[in-house]
Every structure is written in structure tokens, then in C-alpha cells.
């Protein structure tokens, strides 16, 4: 299963590496950077109350501008995702489970220039989950094995400013389309809001 995991984090690397060598290959206006930021992470029609988890992000992305109106943004990124819930048959009052679960994600982006330096960002992203963990109050266990669903689609939409040359700030939020598992109607749900520096 670790070998699996591997395998396809390398195939991710590769796929991104090719879109990105491939749009230097014809644009001349391509940037690249860092970034990271904050995930605040729940899932959607969980039974029982739910709570956000906190998490964090971070990779990288490349930024192609094709005129002062329209652009395209590839990311390769480390992201934190999961839910807190509570209220769940078969705990005890009061007890919390935190489902901490981890991707690599590849957001595709379309920036919308609405003013010189405010973009619109709207796009699909491809994830693929390289951990999954539930902790209980008492204990933590690696649930990983039993996940069915390891591939996971979204649709990202946000809002990204350029400050000067070199930095970005930017929200969004990515919208599950895909289930988190197969015997439930569960969708991730994520608002990231973070910082980015071009090279």
C-alpha cells in the first residue's frame, strides 16, 4: 500500500511538472512561487454536529498570464483536510472525533482580471489522499487502509491580489464533488486563505 501511495504521488509530480513545462514551452509570461496558508476543513451531510479543522496547505504553483484580462494558474500543494464531530451515535456526550485526512492536490485555475492586480480564480482540482487518521479522545488510529475513495474532485473559487511583484494574497474555497466514502453522501469542504511569493 505504501508503495501504491508512492506510485501515485509520483504520477501527480509528473502531470503537473509536464502542464508546466509544457506552458513555458508557448508563453513567454509564465511566473513561478510558493505558497501556503490556512485550511479551515469540514465535510458536508455528516449526521450529528460538526465543527471545522484547522490545517494548513503548501507547495507550489505557476502563474501564466495571457493578456491584462484572462490568465492561467497550476498549484501542486500539501493540503490538511478533514472534520470535527460530535454527537455521534455510539460515543459518549460530549465526545469528539477529529477525521483528519491528507491530500496532494492539483488545482487548475482560471484568474479573471476584475481590476489590474484583483483576480477571480474559478477551477477544478484533483486530489488524492495520502493519509487518513481518526482521533478519539483517549486514542488516534490510522484508518487509511479502509478508505475506499482515495481520488477526490473539487471546485475551487476565490479571490487572489498581486501585492507589487513578488507577493500574493488570496481566499478561496473548494466545493467537494466527489464523496468521501462510498456508503455515505459525504463531500470535503474547505475555505483557504493564504500567501504566496513569486520568484
Do not use: H, W
Amino acid at each position: 500500500m505504501f508503495n501504491l501511495k508512492i506510485k501515485v504521488m509520483k504520477k501527480i509530480t509528473i502531470l503537473a511538472a509536464l502542464i508546466i513545462m509544457s506552458a513555458s514551452v508557448f508563453a513567454q509570461g509564465i511566473e513561478f512561487g510558493v505558497k501556503t496558508g490556512l485550511n479551515l476543513a469540514s465535510q458536508t451531510k455528516i449526521t450529528g454536529n460538526t465543527e471545522m479543522c484547522p490545517g494548513i496547505y503548501a507547495g507550489f504553483f505557476s502563474d501564466y498570464t495571457i493578456n491584462n484580462f484572462f490568465g492561467i494558474q497550476g498549484e501542486l500543494l500539501y493540503s490538511m483536510m478533514g472534520v470535527k464531530k460530535t454527537g455521534l451515535k455510539g460515543l459518549l456526550d460530549g465526545s469528539t472525533i477529529t477525521n483528519r485526512t491528507d491530500y496532494i492536490v492539483l488545482p487548475v485555475l482560471a484568474k479573471l482580471y476584475v481590476a489590474e492586480k484583483l483576480s477571480l480564480d474559478l477551477g477544478p482540482q484533483f486530489g488524492y489522499m495520502i493519509s487518513a487518521k481518526e482521533k478519539f479522545p483517549t486514542e488516534t488510529i490510522n484508518v487509511y487502509d479502509d478508505v475506499d475513495k482515495k481520488f477526490d474532485v473539487s471546485f475551487g473559487m476565490g479571490l487572489s491580489y498581486k501585492l507589487g511583484s513578488k507577493f500574493d494574497i488570496s481566499g478561496r474555497y473548494n466545493l467537494g464533488l466527489t464523496k468521501v466514502e462510498d456508503y455515505y453522501d459525504s463531500k470535503n469542504s474547505v475555505i483557504q486563505f493564504g500567501v504566496g511569493y513569486r520568484f
